[in-house]
């Protein structure tokens, strides 16, 4: 019956409100069970999505610091806590729940645009793009009522209706580390840091609808002083933010912290965003504008003030930021990223430059098509001069770059139908994208793509990059194989295919060369990428997925000592088999085993494995919860490492890497305690064979183990 209905659409040909409503009705009969069971169901699609980001951004990392992945997924957060009314969403609110691609969201818009508001969630059903998974991974943050507009924007409202939300944050290592040790006066051995090792995150926000937002976010990291010493302002770092969003020409006020974000984020696109994953259809960004920053990281924002006004299909975006950076050196040669302050080296490298940004957008919108013009300035109060490197030749150096754009987006959709209530259809939905930047000193970059629904069951993602070698755009972050967006071509090839109701399959193919040299290539170089994974849901309750992952590229060869190195291939495969199931409506199990080959040049390949097993408690309206893994992993060597997403206290995000050979173990309970007060305690411990060490320099614990806790309070009124 369900085939039957997808097949009849629940629309007639003439698609006249009448014949609409029973089929509704029937797809509530049939579909209901299931939709509300999910409800209940483990945020499985937003952890996929962070794991996937984290693959990308972590991917030849050396560095195992926490990223904050606030901001990326912030809005969908929202979402889940008051539900999006799809019935009265613009574009931008759909864009913002980043599991939907534009073809989905053109074809909901269109939907409800030719035959009126959604009667029920079912209806989603009959849209094109829509499957059963679809609906599900969107069901947390979404609803559908008759609802009009949200309460008009005034003191009285605000104070009726406004949300505030304080979250508390602790967490520390319990094994002491050297950084924390007793000085040894003796030997001479008396570097250490010079605060606890507490890490400390606090975080107040309020929010009104949409429409307000404002907050303070302030952070500690582990031996960073408090209230003492270097930091007698108590916290390392603080953020705050005050935020207006609205339907008249004053589209949105940003003062504070903000970031700004355009195009495909060749130009100007400040904080995180999505890259490369088994997510091929998600290969575009939906640039949000003006938007408030409510992360810890110390260098992915502006501060200062920013305006977007509107007027009929016309939007215009100015903004200033000017705040300190943190850099390494008094004449700039690298920033530091890191942002940790403990002790007198770390501090001796915290010098203060003034970084300003100053520029606008101007933006048309139609129903189906969209450009925008973006130019910005940005300044230094000294100069950036990197230490000369055969790779880094045409990198910025000066006190001043200027950066210019043009992006696109068009949606093209045509669909025909044919006979009466069994008919025959023929869609073609079709989105172009892109954009095109240059910098100051000449150099161009461009990105263009296609996201095309071929037919119900197959979907294709075409992207095209090319980025010169002298492109200079400090304040990017577009889909690229290089970290910066520079020295690089590249054409990727996605598909989606769906060829019987419980399988599908997506795969990505992404070839790129890099016409000038690169850190540890010292030639131009190419190299390969490609994805294919299987899915398997026979239930609402049971999932599974197969996946292969290859990557090729090339690097020096370690030992060549010739002045300009002889490049040998660097192959890595990945295999993950993932599964995750329901025993009741109550308790859920996932287990993965994941399989790693690296191999450089004709050296002997380094291997490696991780199997867990997940056991997750979430009893539908209980005041308990928890979530608990246990995970073996042996590889040759950290090359070999391996990532997975862990469940973490809410709002926080664990991304660990595994390597070398040993267990971990962790465990995360919730517990409401009354209307307005939830605690989170989070516990997990590491244990390495036949390592006399864990972490080097002042991180480093005498001993094989390494244990955290974690311990969070959020009061809601």
Not at 242 to 250: A, F, I, K, N, S
Not at 440 to 454: D, E, P, R
Request: glycine residues 6%.
């Amino acid at each position: 019956m369900k085939i039957f209905l997808n097949k009849i659409k629940c629309i007639a040909p003439s698609g006249k409100q009448f014949f609409r409503f029973p089929c509704s009705v029937l797809l509530f009969i049939f579909l209901s069970d299931p939709l509300l069971a999910q409800e209940n169901k483990k945020d499985d699609a937003t952890e996929q999505k962070i794991e996937n980001i984290t693959e990308t951004i972590n991917q030849g990392s050396t560095s195992d610091k926490e990223i904050d992945y606030t901001t990326l997924l912030d809005q969908l957060n929202a979402y889940k806590d008051h539900p999006l009314n799809l019935n009265t969403a613009s574009r931008e609110n759909l864009e913002n729940i980043v599991l939907l691609n534009d073809l989905q969201v053109q074809a909901l818009l269109d939907h409800i645009d030719k035959y009126g508001k959604l009667i029920s969630i079912e209806e989603l059903q009959s849209i094109d793009g829509f499957d059963l998974e679809t609906i599900y991974n969107i069901l947390p943050f979404v609803h559908v009522n008759d609802i009009g507009e949200n309460p008009k924007l005034n003191l009285k409202n605000m104070l009726a209706n406004g949300k505030s939300a304080v979250f508390i944050r602790w967490q520390q290592v319990l094994e002491e580390q050297k950084g924390f040790s007793p000085k040894n006066e003796s030997t001479g051995d008396t570097h250490r840091y010079y605060g606890s090792p507490a890490k400390l995150y606090a975080r107040y926000r309020f929010s009104f609808n949409e429409q307000i937002s404002f907050g303070i976010t302030a952070e500690k990291d582990p031996g960073e002083e408090f209230f003492s010493g270097t930091q007698k302002n108590g916290f390392d770092f603080y953020s705050a933010h005050l935020y207006y969003h609205g339907d008249g020409w004053l589209k949105s006020l940003a003062a504070g912290d903000f970031q700004a974000q355009y195009g495909q984020g060749l130009v100007l696109w400040s904080g995180l965003a999505f890259g490369k994953s088994a997510d091929v259809m998600n290969i575009k960004k939906n640039a949000r504008g003006i938007l408030p920053y409510t992360s810890v990281d110390e260098n992915l924002f502006l501060r200062g003030g920013a305006v977007s006004l509107g007027y009929k299909k016309f939007r215009l975006d100015l903004f200033h930021s000017d705040h300190k950076i943190l850099t390494k050196e008094d004449i700039i040669s690298s920033f530091d990223e890191d942002g940790y302050h403990r002790d007198s080296s770390e501090l001796s490298k915290k010098h203060t430059i003034e970084k300003t940004i100053s520029g606008g957008h101007v933006h048309y919108t139609s129903k189906k098509f969209s450009i925008g013009v973006t130019g910005f300035s940005t300044g230094f109060s000294s100069s950036l001069e990197k230490t000369f490197q055969p790779y880094n030749r045409f990198d910025f150096s000066g006190n001043r770059n200027t950066n210019a754009g043009i992006d696109y987006n068009y949606v093209y959709r045509n669909i025909n139908f044919f006979g009466g209530i069994d008919y025959n259809y023929v869609y073609r939905n079709i989105n172009f994208f892109g954009e095109f930047g240059k910098s100051k000193n000449g150099g161009v970059a461009s990105i263009n793509g296609i996201l095309a629904a071929l037919d119900q069951n197959v979907s294709v993602s075409i992207l095209h990059r090319h980025f010169d070698k002298d492109y200079q755009a400090l304040e990017s972050n577009a889909l690229a194989e290089n970290s910066n967006v520079v020295n690089e071509d590249g054409l990727y090839f996605g598909i989606f295919l769906k060829p019987a109701r419980r399988f599908s399959f997506n795969a990505y193919y992404d070839q790129f060369s890099f016409p000038w040299l690169r850190f540890s290539v010292d030639a131009p170089s190419a190299g390969k990428e490609y994805l294919a994974q299987l899915n398997y849901n026979p239930t609402k309750t049971f999932e599974a997925y197969v996946r292969i992952k290859q990557q090729n590229k090339p690097a020096n060869i370690s030992a060549d000592t010739h002045p300009v190195s002889n490049l040998q291939d660097v192959a890595q495969v990945n295999y993950r088999f993932h599964v995750s199931y329901a025993i009741t409506t109550s308790v859920s199990l996932a287990n993965r085993v994941e399989i790693v080959r690296y191999q450089k040049g004709n050296n002997p390949a380094e291997k490696g494995f991780m199997l867990y097993q997940d056991l997750n408690y979430q009893p539908f309206k209980s005041r308990y919860s928890f979530s608990a893994r246990y995970v073996l992993f042996d590889t040759d060597t950290y090359n070999t490492r391996i990532y997975a997403f862990e469940s973490d206290v809410l709002y926080a995000y664990s991304i660990p890497s595994y390597y070398y050979r040993g267990s971990r173990f962790y465990v995360t309970a919730h517990y409401r305690m009354m209307r307005g007060i939830d605690f989170w305690l989070r516990y997990g411990t590491t244990v390495y064979d036949s390592q006399q060490t864990v972490g080097s320099g002042l991180d480093q614990i005498a001993g094989n183990q390494k244990s955290e806790v974690k311990a969070q309070v959020r009061f809601q009124f």
